[in-house]
């Protein structure tokens, strides 16, 4: 069974703490970077390393005064180190340590995303073999079409989910850059040796060029990789909630002991959480239309994407985390009910093989069009009386004719219908 949610491993990445030590570490490979080319002395370099700390609520409350965070922050670091603090921020500019560490928060989150990601794809792996040869109609328009499999359907969502997981590699490895290119991007209070050295021990990768900045593309792509997850997952939950439906009944969200579907009918047992997960996926796609509004800024900076950026990109690495935990265990309890499937199969007493019928005629040799119309006019009396398809076919002249109740009685054969399973679940590495 998957473990209930808990939020402390995703959400630490963006508490004040864990943001500050990232500045902070950044600070100090800098000062290291510094020292190694003979800037500022190695005893300082040590120094500033032994000494430097921070306390949140300290820098808050410097905050508060000098109303600027970076400042608020070095000017409580330096509280701790010492005389040697002037050597700290030497050439920087607040961005290089503001969009160097939120890459490295981008980064750790994407991590996690990524083994949810594959958490949710083993899953649907081991459910998919599970349920491979389980019959069930297809449906188009939300008609009964023709029959599939319910592995089949979460195959294609394996699938789904496995170029997911290729899209945030991308994702990670765009956003994986960091930046220490002083007031413009042009190093000139610093050498870019600074830059390669703290990115490298930060497991960045040096922006090639940047502005202020670094730019807002990548944050972009990011956020709508995520957004784009969100779709598949919400893609997900409205085909339970579909299947759970009182007349299909299917497949429904686990039901726990004690648990209740509403406060005024006891009978109802709602899906609650794809329900809550559906909803959840327009909050996304809305913070990545957010993103995309930022990828436009004044000259070589503004701060119009500074304010969107500390709400949008935390809540949605947070709210993915979430609704992906949440849907790799309704998939790994889902109920599922074969019968119905087949009862539901059979509720159009055989119409979902029009279509072999069809072809059977065409292949004998008669026109297309006079085999439509011969099989969608029997078709359509079923519609009318819940006769039997077959018989209907049978009743026809031609049909008799030209295929025989032998050759019409094997068009009816539901193996037939799934007998590329195996390859279709193979091309998705299921074999």
Known sequence: ????????????????????????????????????????????AATIRAKAAFDVQRIDAIEQEVKHDVIAFLTNVGEHVGPESRFIHLGMTSSDVLDTALAVQM????????????????????????FKNTVMVGRTHGIHAEPITFGLKLALWYAETQRHIERLRGALDRIA????SGAVGTFEHLSPAVEEFVCKRLGLKPAPVSTQVLQRDRHAEFMNTLALVGCSLEKFATEIRHLQKTEVLEAEEYFSKGQKGSSAMPHKRNPITCERIAGLSRVLRGNA??????????????????????????????????????????????????????????????????????????RKGMKREDAYRIVQQAAMEVWQDGAEFKDRLLAQPAVREILGAASVEALFDLQRSIQNIDTLFARVGLS
């Not at 930022?294 to 709210?319: K, Q």
């Open 289 to 362: 239309q957010a993103s995309m509004e930022n990828v436009a800024l004044w000259h070589e900076r503004d701060i119009t994407h500074s304010s969107v950026e500390r709400v949008v990109i935390p809540d949605s690495c947070i709210l993915l985390d979430y609704m992906l935990a949440l849907m790799t265990d309704v998939l790994d309890r889902l109920v599922v009910y074969p019968e119905n499937m087949l009862r539901n199969l059979q509720r159009t007493h055989g119409l979902i093989f029009s279509q072999s019928v069809l072809l059977a005629l065409t």
């Open 107 to 130: 980064k750790q989150s994407g991590e996690m995303l990524l083994q949810g990601l594959q958490s949710l794809a083993a899953v649907l792996a081991r459910r998919a073999k599970e």
């Open 177 to 180: 850059v960091g930046q220490i």
């Open 1 to 44: 069974m998957i473990p209930r949610y808990t939020r402390p491993a995703m959400g630490a990445v963006w508490e004040d703490e864990n943001k500050f030590r990232i500045w902070l570490e950044i600070e100090l490979l800098a000062c290291e970077a510094q020292a190694q080319l003979g800037v500022i002395p190695a005893e300082a």
